[in-house]
């Protein structure tokens, strides 16, 4: 019987097994307790000589259960430490990895630019009221140039903001005629324009506004000037150009010597010519009063540019419409700017 129990213990291939086999031979039916529980059979002298054998037997097959347990627990756990372990020698899977859009990655180079040049990045709302994408940027209800500037219409008093400069008049609002202002506004804007090569009905502007004491056209210029050699990587010539906008006076439009990009970057056209890039002025004086500011004591400048345009210049893309149809083919192009 030990013999058999022993070579039991030794053949068990899992705690499981192991457990059927104290089961078999020490549990309440098994088969030397059976032998034990027939002791009271035996005769008085045998008694004491098969009792401290069984004794002993018992023993030595609880031992070796033990020690046989052991070793089953440590192969189980060493056979699932295997199982478990990580190559950290694999290569990994390949992720698709996302890129930054085009217009977003201009934004973000106009946005470094500025505020390298101490401006702040201010928000506002795209569902605007009358009263702040026009009246207070002097364009009352009969306003000819209302039409430079076709809108969407929620409701009368409340439309889609045709362009960024309502953010100047929140801007100085919340300022309560403190200065000095100097902020950027980037976001979306709408129009009723055709959708063609270089009109997009939503498309993205970037304001910018500066209120101080003495303020010059000359310091628009050269921040301009600056922005523009910035963001397209290039010494360049700028020049302004009269132009007319309701909330500014004198009103310009800065061009830039024609370039030519690619991904490899910007260089001068082979011909001569201007590129138009941006809209800009001095901060009308009715503008500044109605917004809070004493337009005897401050002046101010203010800008206003189109990012996909310039996204359509920097990267030599031929149309507006290619930023706005999540065609993969053109999007990955731009995965590394
Ligand atoms: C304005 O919207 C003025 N608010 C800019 C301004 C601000 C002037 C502050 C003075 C002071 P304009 O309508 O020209 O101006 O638009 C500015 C820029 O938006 C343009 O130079 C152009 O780059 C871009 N833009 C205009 N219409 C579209 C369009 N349909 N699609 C894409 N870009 C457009």
């Known amino acids: 019987l030990k013999k058999e129990a022993e070579a039991a213990i030794e053949a068990a291939k899992g ?3 192991l457990r059927d086999v104290k089961v078999k031979y ?4 098994g088969e030397l307790t059976t032998v034990l ?3 009271k059979d035996l005769s008085a002298e045998d008694r004491p000589v098969i009792g401290g054998l069984a004794n002993e037997v018992r023993t030595g097959l609880e031992k070796k259960l033990t020690e046989k347990e052991e070793e089953l627990r440590e192969a189980a756990l060493d056979a699932r430490l295997e199982a478990e372990a990580i190559d950290v020698t694999l290569a990994a899977r390949p992720q698709p990895l996302g890129g930054i859009h085009p217009i977003a990655a201009v934004v973000e180079q106009i946005e470094d630019i500025f505020t390298g040049m101490g401006f702040e990045v201010a928000e506002g709302p795209e569902v605007e009221t009358d009263q702040y994408n026009f009246e ?3 364009l009352p209800q009969d306003h ?3 039409d430079m500037q076709d809108s969407f219409y929620i409701t009368p008093e409340i439309l889609l903001r045709t362009h960024t400069s309502p953010v100047q008049v929140r801007t100085m609002e919340a300022k309560e005629g403190q200065v ?5 506004c980037p976001g979306k804007v709408y129009r009723r324009d055709d959708d063609d090569a270089t009109h997009s009905h939503q498309f993205y502007q970037v304001e910018g506004l500066v209120v101080d004491r003495g303020i010059a056209m000359s310091e628009l210029h050269g921040i301009l000037a600056t922005f523009a050699e910035k963001i397209f990587g290039m010494a360049l010539e700028t020049r302004l150009r009269p132009s007319y906008f309701p909330f500014t006076e004198p009103s310009v439009e800065m061009d830039i010597t024609c370039i030519k990009c690619s991904g490899k970057g910007c260089r001068m056209c082979k011909q001569t010519g201007w590129i138009e890039i941006l809209g800009a002025g001095m901060v009308h004086p009715r503008v500044l009063e109605g917004a809070g500011y004493d337009s005897e004591r401050y002046t101010g400048f203010a800008f206003g540019m189109g990012p996909d345009r310039i996204a359509l210049l920097k990267y030599g893309i031929d149309d507006i419409r290619h930023l706005y149809t999540n065609d993969l083919k053109f999007l990955r192009q731009f995965q590394s700017v």
């Open 180 to 184: 000095p202002v100097k902020i950027i």
């Open 26 to 29: 020490l549990g309440k039916k």
């Open 136 to 138: 207070a940027l002097n």
């Open 15 to 17: 705690l499981e097994q």
């Open 37 to 39: 529980r027939g002791m």
């Open 144 to 146: 000819p140039a209302r």
